[in-house]
């Protein structure tokens, strides 16, 4: 028998064991809270795996079969090289952020790992100048995890207000609860227990607080990571794909510098947001770049485009570029010499939000001290935007009496007996939240000249326009509130808001004024306004 028949004899009795015989890589959660302690503890002077701690399975060792060393690191050298680099870099590039200053100064441990916690959470999705303020503003009012547990999720909803994804704080809440009332007050130390024991930390956040925190040595893979893997290692097949973010997630593990797992993981989040970025990486500016197999494509490919070279480059290439190699880019979208490194890596087409329609009004009633008041209502507390407050909303109807009928029950429910007349159509605002495309058709309804309505059911409440702008409400209501306020449908007595008529407002001119402005407006070419006050 051949050496290459024995192997894939071997590799088929492999594939055809059954699932138990090979392993189970599900966690396991200690009965008590001895034995959690005591599962972290071994954890975390137990050297990571190369997976994570993630059982061999038969589908592994197929991938292992359908991989080329060209997307490994191959020996301690190579990966040594990468981690000095990155690193040295790093110390003098790294940006100055709250939470690094935090994490960096705050000795103890449970504040270190909170205030890390929180930064991570609030980046998902987010850029950091956009979470700069609110990290500042949260920990000012939170410092600590029993501040955040005392909390309400008001006061919560509130503070995130206009970060998005919002439930992010929500869990993060309820995760803060949890290490207060159930943890004694102390964040579980590995990424492992993390993971398993607070609600919303996920692979990525587990890790990164882990690391940064407390240390442990465990390797962290977000959208920057995956690019700059994906690129160094000229990976272009889709990195959310299950097969390769178990590869990314390995090379991440395989990487991170044990001396400094927490910098080495801001390091590699770094150098993907502010040099390898997506569209326009600044490759000369990369320390790892004498690593970076997609630049050495790059190179290659300019190489045989400039014919400078008689036959092949000598430059290293994936073994099995057949279209069999399931990291290479695929067959469907092979290499683009106008993208250089950015065809590493190629991302699948995302799908479209769906799209939804939805009637939403503003209510407006003279305030008792002069100044005007806004109807507001409480979302429920599951699903989209929960607990957040908004003006009465409902499902878009497909005619426009139907609209305005289930529009006006709706308020009625709320603020009881209303003047139908008063109900107008002001636009639209068209929001797209993670998944969903909603376009709210804006209606207006001010309330002059009537008693106000002082009690109103539970779930609803009136706020000045000032308390509007720092209630929790999303920020698609306040680009429903930007149009209302454009349109102004109508002032309440006693409004500070400026007088602006609406078009149908304005008085009707005479007919004999009608006749003047008919004749001259077609030679009317500068002050029309001139033209009239003459005409009289």
Same mark, same amino acid.
Request: proline residues 6%; contains cysteine; hydrophobic residues 35%.
């Given at each position: 028998?051949?050496?290459?028949?024995?192997?894939?004899?071997?590799?088929?009795?492999?594939?055809?064991?059954?699932?138990?015989?090979?392993?189970?890589?599900?966690?396991?959660?200690?009965?008590?809270?001895?034995?959690?302690?005591?599962?972290?503890?071994?954890?975390?002077?137990?050297?990571?795996?190369?997976?994570?701690?993630?059982?061999?399975?038969?589908?592994?060792?197929?991938?292992?079969?359908?991989?080329?060393?060209?997307?490994?690191?191959?020996?301690?050298?190579?990966?040594?090289?990468?981690?000095?680099?990155?690193?040295?870099?790093?110390?003098?590039?790294?940006?100055?952020?709250?939470?690094?200053?935090?994490?960096?100064?705050?000795?103890?441990?449970?504040?270190?790992?909170?205030?890390?916690?929180?930064?991570?959470?609030?980046?998902?999705?987010?850029?950091?100048?956009?979470?700069?303020?609110?990290?500042?503003?949260?920990?000012?009012?939170?410092?600590?995890?029993?501040?955040?547990?005392?909390?309400?999720?008001?006061?919560?909803?509130?503070?995130?207000?206009?970060?998005?994804?919002?439930?992010?704080?929500?869990?993060?809440?309820?995760?803060?609860?949890?290490?207060?009332?159930?943890?004694?007050?102390?964040?579980?130390?590995?990424?492992?227990?993390?993971?398993?024991?607070?609600?919303?930390?996920?692979?990525?956040?587990?890790?990164?607080?882990?690391?940064?925190?407390?240390?442990?040595?465990?390797?962290?893979?977000?959208?920057?990571?995956?690019?700059?893997?994906?690129?160094?290692?000229?990976?272009?097949?889709?990195?959310?794909?299950?097969?390769?973010?178990?590869?990314?997630?390995?090379?991440?593990? !395989? @990487?991170?510098?044990? +001396?400094?797992?927490?910098?080495?993981?801001?390091? #590699?989040?770094? %150098?993907? /947001? *502010?040099?390898?970025?997506?569209?326009?990486?600044?490759?000369?500016?990369?320390?790892?770049?004498?690593?970076?197999?997609?630049?050495?494509?790059?190179?290659?490919?300019?190489?045989?485009?400039?014919?400078?070279?008689?036959?092949?480059?000598?430059?290293?290439?994936?073994?099995?570029?057949?279209?069999?190699?399931?990291?290479?880019?695929?067959?469907?979208?092979?290499?683009?010499?106008?993208?250089?490194?950015?065809?590493?890596?190629?991302?699948?087409?995302?799908?479209?939000?769906?799209?939804?329609?939805?009637?939403?009004?503003?209510?407006?009633?003279?305030?008792?001290?002069?100044?005007?008041?806004?109807?507001?209502?409480?979302?429920?507390?599951?699903?989209?935007?929960?607990?957040?407050?908004?003006?009465?909303?409902?499902?878009?109807?497909?005619?426009? !009496? @139907?609209?305005?009928? +289930?529009?006006?029950?709706?308020?009625?429910?709320? #603020?009881?007996? %209303?003047? /139908? *007349?008063?109900?107008?159509?002001?636009?639209?605002?068209?929001?797209?939240?993670?998944?969903?495309?909603?376009?709210?058709?804006?209606?207006?309804?001010?309330?002059?000249?009537?008693?106000?309505?002082?009690?109103?059911?539970?779930?609803?409440?009136?706020?000045?326009?000032?308390?509007?702008?720092?209630?929790?409400?999303?920020?698609?209501?306040?680009?429903?509130?930007?149009?209302?306020?454009?349109?102004?449908?109508?002032?309440?007595?006693?409004?500070?808001?400026?007088?602006?008529?609406?078009?149908?407002?304005?008085?009707?001119?005479?007919?004999?004024?009608?006749?003047?402005?008919?004749?001259?407006?077609?030679?009317?070419?500068?002050?029309?306004?001139?033209?009239?006050?003459?005409?009289?």
């Amino acid at each position: 028998m051949t050496p290459l028949v024995s192997r894939l004899s071997r590799l088929w009795a492999i594939m055809r064991k059954p699932r138990a015989a090979v392993g189970s890589g599900h966690r396991r959660q200690a009965a008590s809270q001895e034995g959690r302690q005591k599962h972290a503890k071994s954890n975390s002077q137990a050297k990571p795996s190369a997976c994570d701690g993630l059982a061999r399975q038969p589908e592994e060792v197929v991938l292992q079969a359908s991989v080329s060393p060209y997307h490994l690191f191959r020996d301690v050298a190579e990966v040594t090289a990468f981690r000095r680099s990155l690193l040295s870099w790093y110390d003098q590039e790294k940006r100055d952020l709250p939470w690094r200053r935090r994490a960096e100064d705050e000795v103890d441990p449970d504040r270190r790992a909170y205030a890390v916690w929180v930064s991570e959470v609030m980046l998902q999705q987010t850029q950091v100048a956009t979470v700069i303020n609110y990290y500042t503003g949260w920990m000012q009012k939170w410092p600590t995890l029993q501040d955040l547990a005392s909390a309400s999720l008001e006061e919560v909803n509130q503070l995130w207000a206009g970060l998005g994804y919002y439930s992010r704080g929500r869990r993060l809440q309820e995760g803060a609860r949890k290490v207060v009332e159930e943890l004694g007050g102390h964040m579980p130390r590995t990424a492992e227990t993390l993971q398993q024991l607070l609600p919303g930390v996920g692979r990525y956040t587990a890790g990164a607080i882990a690391s940064i925190a407390f240390g442990q040595a465990t390797g962290v893979v977000d959208g920057n990571v995956a690019r700059v893997l994906c690129r160094v290692r000229a990976i272009g097949a889709d990195p959310s794909s299950t097969l390769v973010s178990q590869r990314l997630w390995g090379l991440a593990q !395989q @990487l991170v510098d044990p +001396a400094r797992p927490g910098d080495f993981n801001q390091a #590699a989040m770094e %150098l993907g /947001a *502010t040099v390898c970025t997506p569209q326009r990486p600044l490759c000369s500016q990369c320390p790892v770049q004498s690593l970076c197999r997609a630049r050495q494509r790059v190179e290659r490919e300019q190489l045989l485009a400039s014919r400078s070279l008689s036959g092949n480059p000598d430059v290293e290439e994936c073994a099995l570029n057949t279209g069999q190699c399931q990291l290479c880019l695929p067959a469907s979208e092979p290499w683009d010499q106008t993208l250089g490194v950015v065809n590493f890596p190629r991302k699948a087409s995302r799908k479209p939000p769906r799209e939804e329609s939805s009637a939403t009004c503003v209510v407006e009633q003279p305030g008792a001290l002069g100044g005007a008041q806004i109807l507001l209502v409480q979302r429920p507390n599951s699903g989209l935007l929960a607990g957040l407050w908004e003006f009465p909303s409902v499902t878009w109807e497909p005619s426009e !009496q @139907l609209q305005r009928k +289930a529009l006006l029950q709706e308020l009625q429910r709320w #603020a009881g007996p %209303l003047p /139908a *007349t008063r109900l107008r159509h002001l636009g639209e605002v068209v929001h797209t939240f993670s998944h969903i495309k909603l376009t709210y058709q804006v209606y207006g309804l001010a309330l002059e000249g009537q008693t106000p309505v002082t009690t109103v059911p539970a779930g609803a409440r009136w706020l000045t326009q000032e308390e509007f702008h720092t209630a929790a409400v999303s920020t698609a209501m306040k680009k429903v509130f930007r149009v209302y306020q454009g349109q102004q449908p109508g002032t309440c007595k006693g409004s500070k808001r400026s007088q602006v008529s609406s078009p149908c407002s304005r008085k009707k001119p005479c007919m004999g004024q009608q006749v003047l402005d008919n004749f001259f407006r077609p030679h009317i070419s500068t002050d029309a306004s001139n033209l009239n006050s003459a005409a009289q």
